[in-house]
């Protein structure tokens, strides 16, 4: 990965996009490293797309700068940006073959014939489409047309590929093995990939880093870990992942402090109501009220002072406990200080 | 879906009487065309004879007419495909203050009657004093051939996804090649349609023709006053044979063409 002193593939300065009186960017600053899978994570209406409109030239900021490798693109046209996009919908030309729609940015900068035909086979080969050549696009899966999105527009070896959820119109299980795909396309080709999505499934799981949007803002920059661990706002605790959030006497009782905090689930541990409390943790007693019941794990709800937390379990083999946790069966619940996360109220 | 039910019998006579009623009458022009007789129509044709055609042909008027309609429908749909194409793309690609008034605009010429299009252009004619001269004919067929053209290429950009245009841009095309690659060869076929289907439009108007064209004659304006002298009558009907000719191939062109795509092939006319 680029060192710091390295020049970002793309850098926001202060951007902001106003569509009349609505900032769907608002005075937004970050950087993108050189060959990072870089992902925008938000809710729709967040900003994100509006980021990558920006990037691709679809879009002019209303105030600040965007630099691409170091040049500032201002009115910059998409057709002059060394950046290609993979399109929500795909946005293959219907009226050409498959080959014909990877090959149609070569086509445009003039490559001869013969390199161009050979560059899409191999291209098709990546994602593996090979022998698909002379199919129309309407002939193809949903799936294989987003390869071929891909592939058209990986064969203009862009320094920066854009992708604005291009998973969201697969089902799940194509989605989760297309997930791993792109990860191994991206870390073959050595592109830098900005994602947009609002699966913060995708983005955890895919991302080197990832921005978590919201309004308009970045509510927080970081590795998968760093955010889903150390959510710095209200608005990502709850965004990305479950989790519980803690305000008012049940926040000071736990956290120690007025204000507010997060703690995921799965950090909650739940003992019988007698057991010992090991040093440096943070206990509270409770009694159960639901369990669901989810498979690889359950999830207890349990009410405790002034409050109520969410707490999910392993449903390991031989594991304590679920069956004797009925609802309305007291317990203990204890948990390490290092999960207790203060974070900023968000708008 | 298509029904499997047999129709019946009694269904099959009528729809069949139907199809007789409309084109019977077609039939008896196509048959005068080649009548002996030259002052009236008289069923059974006493003789027949071919000559008619070569008459028609070495006639003076008949060809100036038929060389005007030529040239007026050729130069209004010309017009039409590039304005119509322009106005359809404008009221897709944008929102614009007015667009909903100016797209009704666009289609009143074909919605209003003619009479009224025509009565409004002769009133504008004589006022501008401008003189009658083929201008004049191709601008009262452009006020609806535009409409048929704008109709179909703009139900044609509704079925086009508008990321296709972002999508050429972002794979380096500008704005022109854009247009080449991208955004024609997805309108063409509603391009040949709506041209065609002005074309024939415009071959065969008498309305608007009657208040613009001064003391031109237009083909269909030429059978008309042909009709009420009766001298060499098969002649107007070998000019109408050819009109037949001339505009049903188009249309029947037009109808396969866009068959696949459940396109608006026509208009309201």
């Known amino acids: 990965m680029a060192g710091a002193e390295a020049t970002p593939a793309v850098s926001f300065q202060e951007v902001s996009r106003r569509f009349g009186d609505v900032r769907a960017v608002d005075n937004v600053t970050f950087d993108i490293a050189d060959g990072e899978f870089f992902s925008m994570l938000g809710p729709s209406g967040s900003g994100k797309t509006t980021c990558l409109r920006l990037i691709a030239g679809f879009e002019q900021p209303s105030s600040g700068h965007i630099k691409v490798h170091g040049v500032n693109v201002e009115g910059v046209p998409p057709y002059e940006r060394d950046v290609n996009t993979v399109f929500q919908d795909y946005a293959l030309f219907p009226h050409m073959s498959v080959g014909e729609n990877v090959e149609y940015g ?84 050595g592109i830098t990939f900005v994602y947009v999505t609002h699966d913060q499934g995708e983005a955890l799981s895919m991302s080197d880093r990832l921005a978590v949007f919201n309004h308009g803002r970045i509510e ?92 999910i379990e392993q449903n390991l083999e031989g594991g304590t406990a679920v069956a004797e946790r009925r609802p309305g069966a007291n317990v203990r619940l204890i948990i390490e200080r290092r999960h207790i996360q203060p974070v900023s109220e968000s708008q | 879906m298509r029904s499997n039910v047999k129709a019946g019998w009694s269904l099959k006579v009528a729809a069949l009487g139907g199809m007789l009623f409309l084109h019977i009458p077609l039939l008896i022009i196509i048959l005068y065309a080649f009548s002996i007789e030259e002052k009236s129509f008289v069923f059974p044709i006493p003789g027949f004879t071919t000559k008619w055609f070569a008459v028609a042909f070495e006639r003076e008027d008949v060809r100036r007419a038929l060389g005007l309609s030529i040239k007026v429908a050729a130069i209004a749909t010309s017009l039409a495909l590039v304005l119509g194409t322009l106005a359809a793309a404008a009221v897709w690609r944008s929102r614009f203050f007015g667009r909903e008034a100016i797209s009704l605009l666009l289609i009143l010429p074909i919605a209003l009657p003619g009479i009224i299009t025509g009565i409004a252009l002769r009133s504008a004619i004589g006022i501008a004093e401008i003189p009658f001269s083929t201008w004049t004919l191709v601008l009262g067929h452009a006020t609806f051939c535009i409409v048929v053209v704008y109709n179909n290429v703009l139900a044609r950009f509704r079925r086009t996804n508008r990321a296709l245009i972002e999508a050429s841009m972002d794979l380096g095309a500008n704005g022109f090649q854009t247009l080449r690659y991208v955004v024609l060869p997805n309108i063409a076929t509603a391009l040949l349609a709506g041209g065609m289907l002005a074309f024939a439009l415009s071959f065969d108007e008498v309305i608007v023709t009657t208040f613009t064209a001064g003391q031109q004659s237009t083909l269909p304006i030429w059978m ?46």
Request: hydrophobic share 40%; aromatic share 6%.
């Open chain 1, 106 to 189: 070569l086509m445009i900068r003039k490559v001869p014939k013969a390199e161009r035909r050979q560059r899409s086979e191999e291209m098709l080969k990546l994602v593996k489409l090979d022998g698909m050549y002379a199919r129309k696009p309407s002939q193809l899966s949903g799936g294989q047309r987003q390869r071929v999105a891909l592939a058209r527009a990986l064969i203009n070896r862009p320094r920066v590929l854009l992708l604005d959820e291009p998973l969201g119109a697969l089902d799940l299980k194509l989605r989760e093995s297309m997930q791993n795909e792109l990860k191994a396309i991206q870390r073959q080709v």
């Open chain 2, 224 to 269: 008309l006053s042909e009709l009420i002298r009766p001298r060499q009558r098969p002649v107007t009907n070998v000019v109408a044979v050819f009109v037949i000719a001339v505009t049903f191939v188009p249309i029947v062109l037009a109808f396969y063409l866009t068959r696949d795509t459940h396109d608006v092939a026509g208009s309201v006319k």
């Open chain 1, 220 to 311: 927080q920059i970081g590795s998968p870990s760093e955010v889903y661990d150390h959510p710095a706002s209200q608005f990502v605790a709850g965004f990305v992942g479950q989790t519980n959030l803690l305000d008012g006497y049940l926040a000071q009782r736990l956290g120690g402090f007025p204000g507010m905090y997060a703690i995921r689930p799965e950090r909650i541990r739940i003992l019988t109501p007698d057991a010992e409390v090991p040093m440096g943790v943070a206990t509270i007693d409770g009694r159960v009220d639901t369990i669901t019941y989810l498979g690889a794990t359950s999830r207890v709800e349990i009410n405790v002072e002034e409050g109520r937390l969410t707490v």
